[in-house]
Structure formats: C-alpha cells, structure tokens
C-alpha cells in the first residue's frame, strides 16, 4: 500500500472514530439535558393541573387520548376528579416528585405533585425523550457525516500534494539508467526530503567509485597481462622446439599448459567486462538462433570429435533481436561446458523448443550433472564444479557461467537448470519478445 493511501485511511479512520465519540458523547448530552427540560415541563403541566377548577362528582372526567404523549390523573381526597382515558379506572399510587415506573403498557417518566387535598399524577412516555435526544444528535451530525466523503476528497489531495516531492523522486530515479550516477540536481524546500536526497547523492557518489573500481580493474588487469603472456607462449614454444631433453620438454609442455590456463582466465576477464548490458542493448539486430548455434558447433566440433562424442541439433529457427558476439558468446560457453563436462562417447542434444512463454535454446548433455547445491554456486565467479579435482579433469577459469549470467540479464531471459533425461544436465534459456522465423 502506497503512503498516500495509508496517510488518507488512518485520517478518515481517526476522523470517523472521532465523529463516532462525539455522537455517542452528544447522545449523553442531549439526553440529560432532554430529560431536564421535560421534566420541567411536567412540573409546569402538573402546576397547572393541581390548579384547575374540578369539582367532585360521581363520573370522573375522562379525556381521550390516543397519541399517549402525555398521561394525568387529577386525584382528590382519593377520589378521581379528571384523568386520561387510559388511566382513568386504575388506581396508581405514587410518592410525591419523579420516578419512572410502567404504566399502561409502557415505560414513562411519572411525577406527582400534591397541593392540600389534591394530587395529580402527570406521565410521560420514555420513548418521547430517547426519540428528541435522536433528533437533536442527528440534526447536529447528520451534516458531519455527509461531509465526510468531502472530507476523503480534500484529504487525498492534500495528501498527494504533500507528498508530491517523493513521487517527483521516486519517478526521476525509476527513469534512470543502472550506469546513472550524476547526482540529483533539484531544489526542495520540505525539510524532510532535504536530508534524502542528500544521502542518495553520497550514495550514488560512492556506488559509482566502487563500479567503475569493479568494472575497469578486471578488464585493464587482463588486458596489461596480454602481451606478456603472448610473450611468453612464443618463448616456451621456441624453447621446446629447441630442447632434445625429454624431461625438459615436459616440463616446458607442463608450462604451455599452464600459459594457456592464464590465457583462457584472461580472455574470460575482458569478456566479462565486456558484457554489460547498456553497451549492447544499443547495437541490437534481428539474429538467427539456429545460424549462431551451428556456427558455434562447427568452432567447437574439433574437440567434440576429439572425445568421440555424438551431438544433434534439433527445432525450428527463430529469430531474437540481440548481438551476435554476445549470443554467440553463451551458446559457445554452454556448449564448451556441455563438451567439458561429458565423458567420451557421450552424448549431446541441442534444442530449439516453441513455449507458452516464448522460445527457448536447451542443450542436454550425458554427463555427471549437479547437485542442488552446485546449481545454485554456478553462477558466482570462479566457482567450479569440484574445483580443479572434477572427475573430468577438465581446467577452466570459472568465469563462464558468470559470463552467461551477464548475458541473460542483457536480454532479459530466464536460465534454468535441471537433470536431463540423458543423465547429465539441462540447461534450458529462454527469451520473450521474439519470432519465429
């Protein structure tokens, strides 16, 4: 739930919760003061009862009433003289001042009054009081309560108003690039965005120093290393050729290999340096999936025969709208896994595979899989699958499935990771928004 519907509920609650208090504290109010005035007024009506000139007689003076507002009983010398048509043939025995009691069939306020001889008897039923407190109560809040969705109105204006500097905010850093560091260069004058918009301008200060620090030292590293390591690799082989000493030679071959080692974790740097999404997304073309992936078996089949293992290619084309180096780029590092990962004779499959959720490029392979665990480190920089001890004996940097990471985040698709029916591994990519072709 978004501050602003939050603010404008608890101030329509604390203001329903309010008007409620002040119903239930008027209800109070205009019922003892209700009751004061009525029972003034039937101190009034029996004053001017006890004064009137009835005589006795053998027939009292019924009056009929049917609204029953308001009952009497003018009484002498314990003889009726005059009374309400409901009352006139019940005795009713009262003390002198107010009581409430029940008196023909329902609850009233009853005050007697005596004067010499005479006594009079005035009732009034409870139900005219509760009903006047109810009126007086709803006239006074009746117009509160209408205003109420007004009030909701004015609220929420006032609230997005108010608010207003943090939508301002919040859209001005949802439109930024991920590589958007500048700061936020705009005058406020609520105190309480004054301090936010500082803290992020030092963040963002600080989180560029530290990309720039993580995004360049890699690739500069490896790029400084190039040279030497070209230097290197003529030497060896230079010296190799020359050497007659078969201890020798092993021992220079055991360093190409290790020469090569470097090389590989180099190229694998400048690679993922490389791989960032901003740069690419700016150079996209429409790339066939199925060309890319035959070209990429085709560099890779040497090795692939090397081992004798069996790879097919099957699906129909579809089209994406990327790069190729960096398309080509995961397809060569799942395959060259794939390959790795799988003992001789063994087998691969390569599918394109149409879905609800759009096409995917899978690669299933008959090697040894992973464990939970290891699917869920496979992604983190240099980590191999059982390090360098891998019953493969296959080296590697641990950079390539880092690198296919990075890649997958460019073209916004999904990377899954399962056993494959062939024993070893699928891993299945797919990408939304392309066609088929």
């Given at each position: 739930?978004?501050?602003?519907?939050?603010?404008?509920?608890?101030?329509?609650?604390?203001?329903?919760?309010?008007c409620?208090?002040?119903?239930v504290?008027?209800y109070?109010?205009?019922?003892?003061?209700?009751?004061?005035?009525?029972?003034?007024?039937?101190?009034?009506?029996?004053?001017?009862?006890?004064?009137?000139?009835?005589?006795?007689s053998?027939?009292?003076?019924?009056?009929?009433?049917?609204?029953?507002?308001?009952?009497?009983?003018?009484?002498?010398?314990?003889?009726?003289?005059?009374?309400?048509?409901?009352?006139?043939?019940?005795?009713?025995?009262?003390?002198?001042?107010?009581?409430?009691?029940?008196?023909?069939?329902?609850?009233?306020?009853?005050?007697?009054m005596?004067?010499?001889?005479?006594?009079?008897?005035?009732?009034e039923?409870?139900?005219?009081?509760?009903?006047?407190?109810?009126?007086?109560?709803l006239?006074?809040?009746?117009?509160?309560?209408?205003?109420?969705?007004?009030?909701?109105?004015f609220?929420?204006?006032?609230?997005?108003?108010?608010l207003?500097?943090?939508?301002?905010?919040?859209?001005?850093?949802?439109?930024?690039?991920?590589?958007d560091?500048?700061?936020?260069?705009?005058?406020?004058?609520?105190?309480?965005?004054?301090?936010?918009?500082?803290?992020?301008?030092?963040?963002?200060?600080?989180?560029?120093?530290?990309?720039?620090?993580?995004?360049?030292?890699?690739?500069?590293?490896?790029?400084?290393?190039?040279?030497?390591?070209?230097?290197?690799?003529?030497?060896?082989?230079?010296?190799?050729?020359?050497?007659?000493?078969?201890?020798?030679?092993?021992?220079?071959?055991?360093?190409?290999?290790?020469?090569?080692?470097?090389?590989?974790?180099?190229?694998?740097?400048?690679?993922?340096?490389?791989?960032?999404?901003?740069?690419?997304?700016?150079?996209?073309?429409?790339?066939?999936?199925?060309?890319?992936?035959?070209?990429?078996?085709?560099?890779?089949?040497?090795?692939?025969?090397?081992?004798?293992?069996?790879?097919?290619?099957?699906?129909?084309?579809?089209?994406?709208?990327?790069?190729?180096?960096?398309?080509?780029t995961?397809?060569?590092?799942?395959?060259?896994?794939?390959?790795?990962?799988?003992?001789?004779?063994?087998?691969?499959?390569?599918?394109?595979?149409?879905?609800?959720?759009?096409?995917?490029?899978?690669?299933?392979?008959?090697g040894?899989?992973?464990?939970?665990?290891?699917?869920?480190?496979?992604?983190n920089?240099?980590?191999?699958?059982?390090?360098?001890?891998?019953?493969s004996?296959?080296?590697?940097?641990?950079?390539?499935?880092?690198?296919?990471?990075?890649?997958?985040?460019?073209?916004?698709?999904?990377?899954?990771?399962?056993?494959?029916?062939?024993?070893?591994?699928?891993?299945?990519?797919?990408?939304?928004?392309?066609?088929?072709d």
């Amino acid at each position: 739930m978004s501050i602003r519907k939050r603010l404008t509920l608890i101030l329509l609650s604390m203001m329903v919760l309010t008007c409620f208090l002040a119903l239930v504290k008027g209800y109070q109010k205009s019922m003892h003061h209700g009751e004061s005035l009525l029972d003034d007024e039937l101190k009034i009506v029996a004053g001017v009862l006890i004064e009137q000139p009835l005589a006795l007689s053998t027939d009292a003076v019924q009056v009929s009433n049917n609204s029953a507002q308001l009952l009497y009983q003018i009484w002498q010398n314990n003889n009726l003289l005059s009374g309400s048509s409901s009352l006139t043939n019940n005795q009713i025995s009262f003390s002198e001042g107010f009581q409430t009691a029940n008196v023909a069939g329902q609850r009233m306020r009853v005050f007697v009054m005596s004067k010499n001889t005479r006594k009079v008897i005035v009732a009034e039923p409870m139900a005219k009081r509760f009903e006047l407190a109810e009126a007086v109560i709803l006239s006074a809040m009746l117009p509160m309560l209408w205003a109420v969705p007004l009030l909701a109105i004015f609220i929420s204006f006032f609230v997005k108003y108010a608010l207003a500097p943090l939508t301002r905010l919040s859209k001005q850093l949802a439109s930024r690039q991920a590589n958007d560091f500048t700061p936020i260069n705009w005058q406020v004058t609520d105190e309480e965005i004054k301090p936010v918009i500082n803290r992020l301008n030092d963040l963002f200060k600080r989180v560029e120093t530290a990309y720039l620090r993580e995004r360049f030292f890699a690739s500069d590293a490896a790029h400084e290393l190039r040279t030497p390591l070209s230097s290197l690799k003529i030497n060896v082989h230079n010296l190799a050729n020359k050497q007659s000493n078969l201890q020798d030679h092993q021992e220079l071959q055991a360093m190409s290999q290790g020469i090569n080692r470097l090389s590989n974790i180099v190229e694998q740097m400048l690679i993922l340096g490389r791989t960032q999404p901003e740069q690419w997304q700016r150079q996209f073309s429409e790339q066939s999936l199925l060309a890319i992936t035959q070209q990429v078996v085709s560099d890779q089949y040497d090795k692939i025969d090397e081992k004798n293992q069996t790879i097919s290619l099957e699906g129909d084309d579809f089209v994406i709208n990327g790069d190729e180096f960096t398309l080509t780029t995961l397809i060569a590092n799942l395959l060259s896994n794939a390959i790795k990962y799988t003992p001789n004779n063994g087998q691969i499959i390569i599918k394109l595979v149409s879905s609800n959720n759009g096409f995917s490029w899978q690669i299933d392979d008959s090697g040894a899989g992973m464990t939970e665990e290891q699917k869920e480190r496979i992604f983190n920089r240099f980590y191999r699958v059982g390090g360098d001890q891998h019953p493969s004996g296959e080296q590697g940097a641990g950079l390539g499935m880092a690198i296919v990471q990075h890649i997958i985040a460019i073209y916004g698709a999904t990377i899954h990771l399962a056993n494959s029916p062939l024993g070893g591994l699928t891993v299945k990519v797919t990408f939304t928004g392309v066609k088929s072709d």
